[in-house]
């Protein structure tokens, strides 16, 4: 039984492609992808600035729907799911850590932290237990009661780390965390990312560098919104 | 998430931009209390004409010598009366069966002595109707009696003012005054019943009719009170004294009949208008402060477009973003409404200090409606910021800067 559960996907896209409509030209985002991505795996999305690697990961996210294709989460097909629909999956299987932080600035960490849980209607006293239970997973407790423009690049996304932990999702999807950090930030954040995988966090790692990207256990590659080898990736790239 | 939550993520973000918020809700303060002080200034009038007109019934009727003619030509002379005597105050006592009390007055001025002590007063001379028609009562002794009226007696009533300037506060009772130089038995000390239309009604004494009219030499009245024994009566009550008048006056209606509490509510019709009218303009006002909490709030929504992305992507639903800013406009458009209300509250006791003859009030509805109304604009116009909030695309969102 648990090895039937481990082959049956967490995400599974079949042929999702994307298409934005900017003016009256039609912008390609994605074309025909097909991913499969299984519990307690560690990926990182490769591909150069205008891929569509940030495409894929709205996909991913919940944040924005395939235009066309097959985008399942948990055997949940997404592409026909409501915008409160959405959020509510956004809210329980998803955890975001984006480059930028996004972390409300006049809130103290645990509040941040405890944003989802908002949204998830739990009550006072769990949030907090909870909050303070992932705050020190990515052990940055002690900042609990920091504003959060009160603190560094590196301790901000361990609490945007912390606030993707706390509902324990079944995706983590961490867009160029590393971006805005220092090198000795970015690479403690590696580490706790790696850390929580081997505890069990499906990671979904997008970058466009090859030394972060290595920090996961698989890649994939993208490039003009198709997946490619990584044979193919390094031809196109020269 | 709960309503709780709601509250306090609006508190927090009023809270970070004090002065603006402190700004926007000036807007609705101003309103709010503009609304409750214009109206308890109209209320004020009201109460400060009904004051003046207390205790003069709602189913009285006042019969006066002379008719007001409202239209033209020339004043009849010839076989009318002109005055009003005590024959038809008779008239109207035997054969006015819609009346209650009958009630004719004679009016003069005189010189009150007691002693080396003196007072010029008004001096009406009544019956013992008049107490229960004008509702002015002893307090001790007796009022005028019929047996009084019929004799020609010479007692009278002090009123509370006149008492005390001859008295003090001696015992009044049994005592003798002299009115126009003539000796009259104190019977009776009226109850205090304050200034009317700017006449003291405690600076009256009170005596006989029939003795005044000796007094006074005149056998014309100074008006006859009608009360009108079913309040449903009013008018054929009016109808019915008129036709009697009529008829003792030669058929010449050389007399008016005024209905002075019709007259009154028909003033306060007016009144209650004037303060709807003052009402509504103050709530333009607070329309005005609504459009500045739209404005505001769109600016809000612009600003934390970011924090909007970031709730989406964490799992905030449409409905939670639409709430929240539509519960930050009406907290704003709320807090208002109750600065408002006391600062309203404030200016009223402030021209209640400073102006003690006008009687405002604040009617309770006027602070329920206020109140409501504020809270009413809040989410009024509220709504469009926050239905353009809630309408943010996640992606978009978090991408602004």
Redesign the interface.
Known sequence: MESAAASEPLLRLRKVSKIYEAGAQAVVGLTDVDLDIFPGDFLAVMGPSGSGKSTLM?IL?C??VPTSGAYEIKGVPVSSLS??AL??L???EIG?I?QVF???P??TAQRNVE??L????VAREERAKRALEALRAVGIEGRKDHLSNQLSGGQKQKVAIA?ALV?RPALLLADEPTGNLDSKSGEELLAILARLNADGATIVLVTHDLSIARSARRIVYIIDGRLVTSEEFREMRG | MSPLEFVRVALDSLRTNRLRSALTMLGVIIGVAAVILLVALGQGTKNYVEEQFAGLGANILIVTPGKVETKGGPPIIGAAKHKLTLDDSRILEKKGYLFSGVAPVVFGAAEVRLASRSRNVTVLGVTKEFSDVRNIHVEVGNFVTDSDVEAKRRVCMLGRTVKRELFGNANALGQTVKISGARFRVMGVMERKGVSLGFDIDDIVFIPVRTAMDIFDTDALLEILLSVRNKNDIDSGKELARSLLFKNHNRHEDFTITNQAAMLSSLFTILDTLTYVLGGIAAISLLVGGIGIMNIMLVTVKERTNEIGIRKAVGARDRDILLQFLLESTTLSAAGGIGGMLLGTLGAGIIRLTVPKLPVAIPPWAIVLAFTFSVFVGIFFGVYPARKAAALHPIEALRYE
């Open positions: 709205n996210g944040l924005d915008p409160e959020a509510d956004r809210n329980r975001f984006f996004h972390l409300l006049r809130y944003l989802p908002l949204y998830a209607g606030r509902n």
